[in-house]
């Protein structure tokens, strides 16, 4: 028993020696500089709470975080609404395997080229110039180009739904298919209408994808700064685009007290999800 627990720790070393230093150490380092000053010209490693003073009296800061959520939550509705409806068609509704395998290949295609090539192509397709006005004026929808449609908090949103979509249809498939058809056909002779079996059936074992679904679709929208910038034109922002402009300016530890706080407040939207369900007893 002795020899097989060191064998246990010895196999776990390389991969927690690997989490150490890559990931363990940097967070810490992260953590030690947000307490160091800057001037113009340099850093001083001198500790002090100037940092989160300024961060946590700013009401800039205030209206960025609540900007950041407001992505995050909106994005999350509709990628679980999206995510959702996807999941469940190839799962109960498909039934030849080759055909849930090609259509969940096509739902990967735009994957396949990068994020940053994906979200840009929908500039020449919102513009005032674009494909989506230039269809509507065709067709006598709207009298004059749409502004609100490119660079707005919509284009933003969009441009999230696009990206992240896919990391909710995964994980809810990959659990709707580890569902027993027999507990859907035990509710069918019970009685139960197609919306009571999704309701009490479907939905509740399908918690844990859910949960981690949103878990990917959450952090990556809170720490994604590109899209805000781009699909924005510069006119929003978010903690990431913060962080941003503060390492622009060389003022590390100010980007380091925010990437920390940014950090908090994610870790704190994972702690809730995880209390709502026990992921690792439902898997």
């Known amino acids: 028993m002795a020899s097989n627990h060191v064998t246990g720790w010895l196999l776990a070393l390389p991969l927690t020696l690997v989490l150490l230093a890559f990931l363990v150490l940097p967070i810490l380092m992260i953590v030690v500089v947000s307490f160091w000053t800057a001037t113009e010209f340099s850093i001083v490693p001198a500790f002090s709470f100037e940092n989160y003073e300024f961060l946590l009296g700013s009401d800039v800061t205030w209206r960025v975080l609540?900007?950041?959520?407001?992505?995050a939550a909106v994005t999350w509705a509709i990628t679980?609404?999206?995510?959702?409806?996807v999941a469940y068609f190839l799962a109960f509704h498909v039934r030849s395997q080759t055909w849930q395998t090609t259509?969940?290949?096509l739902c990967t295609i735009p994957f396949w080229t990068s994020n940053i090539i994906r979200m840009i192509s929908w500039i020449p397709f919102l513009g005032r110039e674009g494909i989506a006005n230039s269809a509507l004026l065709s067709w006598g929808v709207v009298d004059q180009p749409l502004d609100w449609l490119l660079f707005s908090d919509f284009s933003v949103i969009l441009a999230f739904v696009h990206l992240y979509t896919l990391f909710m249809v995964v994980p809810i498939f990959n659990t709707m298919m580890r569902i027993d058809r027999s507990l859907l056909e035990a509710a069918n002779d019970a009685g139960a209408s197609g919306f009571q079996t999704l309701w009490n059936v479907v939905l509740p074992l399908t918690r844990p994808g859910i949960m981690?679904?949103?878990?990917?679709?959450v952090t990556l929208v809170m720490g994604d700064f590109i899209t805000v910038r781009f699909m924005s034109g510069s006119q929003s922002a978010n903690v990431g685009r913060l962080i941003q402009n503060d390492i622009g300016l060389l003022q590390y530890p100010s980007a380091s007290a925010t990437s920390v706080m940014l950090l908090v407040v994610t870790l704190m939207v994972i702690g809730v999800l995880l209390r709502l369900?026990?992921?690792?007893?439902?898997l």
């Open 212 to 217: 981690i679904g949103t878990i990917f679709v």
């Open 66 to 71: 609540l900007n950041t959520v407001k992505y």
């Open 80 to 85: 679980l609404v999206l995510g959702f409806t």
């Open 277 to 282: 369900v026990n992921i690792r007893k439902e």
């Open 103 to 105: 259509l969940f290949l």
